[in-house]
């Protein structure tokens, strides 16, 4: 059995890295069109930091487990072709800005149709605008091969990806269940998974259910982020906590304690692209008042991150000019280097627009990747790069803490706060950490849903 995947990526490579440990009987390879990408994939410093990915990568990699860009062959070799290509917000023409760009699935398929010499299984493991199947379906029909094509979305979440791929809550398989070639598609890739995953978490749906369930995952998962951060304004006025809230509504069974942590917002590469692919479909199939609903979760989000930044520059008195600002943490969440839409752009854009002197920390991304997100040359005055965070700190009139990243909680905050300008500011966009030790250090503390602190 070959196994190959079109895409290296944040999803392709773990995901297929775990499954070729999973299944050492099966020859997985991983192509990608990006040379440089394949080549950091073959080298010691992997493209996607995830903990525990190395240790995967370097048991199987070059046993049954291959980064290559030689699409062509491994497509044409394969039994079994996973598309996990990125699926971004178009940015042109008809839909630009809401509805996704899938030219990069339609280009597998293609390929796909192109160097095959018999019939495959094409899987889609990409987020896909519910129907997509039916395009890569009409395209690999013009073959006059047996392709058959599933459903099988990603839930993985950036940061703790090897975990949630080892041990999954399920695993969705669409297809065609209403074919005997539909059927035993859906059979040999739950097979592959059964060899670790047990088969009651492997849910099998018709194709454009399966499409959907991801979409829809991931704008409740984002909804309840945006409810919880609409609360936090309001305890910011009233006195209430939100952690305090978010615990006290949380342990209702019904709803649950996960994704209630307040914020500065969400981030990541896919929440809002998947959301504005919801309220596209919504709205092009003239559903105004559902695509309305789901829009709201964005407002939400955007408000969010305003809110913080108008926070920050309030406290210092409505200027932060040339001011020295510690920016702890830049990835959309702690255990990762992904930057992608992280809600650290849109607050330090802020900043700059006021001309702050911004001094970066984050363990896990570089300057260049910064200075990219943030549209700035790495010589800009305003932006200074520091290899720790009492460094960024050192001469500082505020600590904005935007990404969880457990060593800001171990910091030692007395020994901070005597290289700091006074008074000393401390805006925890993360909730995480002990503001009543900062308190009696003497920092001004501002957080999230948190009344005045200071
Ligand atoms: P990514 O941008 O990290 O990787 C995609 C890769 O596909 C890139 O390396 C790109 O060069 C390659 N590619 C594009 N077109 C190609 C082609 N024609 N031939 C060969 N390679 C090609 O994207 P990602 O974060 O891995 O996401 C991939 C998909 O998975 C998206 O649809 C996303 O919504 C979904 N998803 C992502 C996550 C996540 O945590 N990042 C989780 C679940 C699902
Ligand atoms: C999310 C989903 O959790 C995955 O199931 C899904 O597969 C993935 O999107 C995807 O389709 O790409 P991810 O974006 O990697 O995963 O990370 P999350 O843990 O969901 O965090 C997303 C953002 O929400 C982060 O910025 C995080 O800090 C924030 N967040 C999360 C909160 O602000 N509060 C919470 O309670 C949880």
Redesign the pocket.
């Given at each position: 059995m070959r196994i190959c995947c079109i895409g290296a990526g944040y999803v392709g490579g773990p995901t297929m890295a775990v499954m070729a440990r999973k299944c050492p009987d099966v020859r997985v390879d991983v192509v990608d069109i990006d040379a440089a990408r394949i080549a950091a994939w073959n080298g010691d410093c992997l493209p996607v930091f995830e903990p525990g990915l190395a240790e995967v990568v370097s048991e199987v990699r070059e046993k049954n487990l291959f980064f290559s860009t030689d699409v062509d062959s491994c497509v044409r070799d394969a039994d079994i072709v996973f598309i996990s290509v990125n699926t971004p917000t178009k940015t042109y023409g008809y839909g630009a800005g809401r509805a996704s760009d899938i030219s990069f699935v339609e280009s597998c398929a293609r390929k796909i149709a192109e160097v095959s010499k018999g019939g495959k299984v094409v899987v889609e493991k990409s987020?896909l605008p519910v129907r997509t199947a039916e395009v890569i379906r009409s395209i690999l029909a013009g073959s006059g091969m047996d392709f058959q094509v599933l459903s099988n979305p990603?839930?993985?979440?950036?940061?703790s990806a090897v975990r949630d791929l080892e041990n999954p809550d399920r695993v969705l398989i669409g297809g065609d269940d209403a074919s005997p070639g539909g059927r035993a598609a859906i059979d040999l890739l739950s097979s592959i998974y059964e060899r670790w995953v047990d088969p009651s978490k492997i849910i099998k749906t018709n194709l454009w259910s399966s499409e959907l369930s991801?979409l829809t995952?991931?704008a409740f998962?984002a909804q309840?982020?945006s409810s919880?951060n609409a609360i936090s304004a309001l305890c910011e006025i009233t006195g209430a906590d939100v952690d305090e809230v978010a615990r006290a509504v949380g342990s209702d069974s019904r709803i649950g304690s996960?994704?209630?942590?307040?914020?500065i917002?969400?981030?990541?590469?896919?929440?809002k692209k998947?959301l504005l692919n919801l309220v596209y479909l919504c709205e092009h199939f003239h559903l105004a008042e559902a695509a309305a609903y789901w829009r709201a979760v964005l407002d939400m989000n955007r408000y969010q991150k305003a809110r913080f930044s108008r926070k920050v520059l309030d406290s210092l008195f409505g200027n932060i000019r040339s001011k020295r600002i510690a920016i702890f943490g830049f990835s959309?969440?702690e255990n990762t280097n992904d930057t992608r839409e992280s809600?650290a752009i849109d607050v330090c854009a802020d900043f700059l627009n006021e001309h702050a002197h911004l001094a970066f920390y984050d363990p896990r991304v570089s300057p260049k990747q910064i200075c990219a997100e943030l549209g700035v040359d790495e010589n800009d005055p305003r932006v200074e790069f520091c290899p720790s965070a009492e460094e960024a700190a050192d001469g500082a009139y505020a600590i904005v803490l935007l990404t969880?990243w457990e060593e800001f909680v171990l910091l030692d905050y007395e020994k901070i706060y005597a290289t700091m300008k006074k008074p000393a500011w401390i805006f925890d966009g993360r909730n995480c950490l002990d503001h009543r030790l900062l308190l009696e250090i003497g920092y001004n503390v501002c957080g999230i849903g948190k009344g005045n602190l200071s």
């Open positions: 987020t990603e839930f993985l979440a950036e940061g991801k995952a991931n998962l309840r982020i919880i996960k994704f209630l942590k307040s914020s917002g969400f981030g990541g590469s896919c929440f998947d959309f969440k809600p969880h």
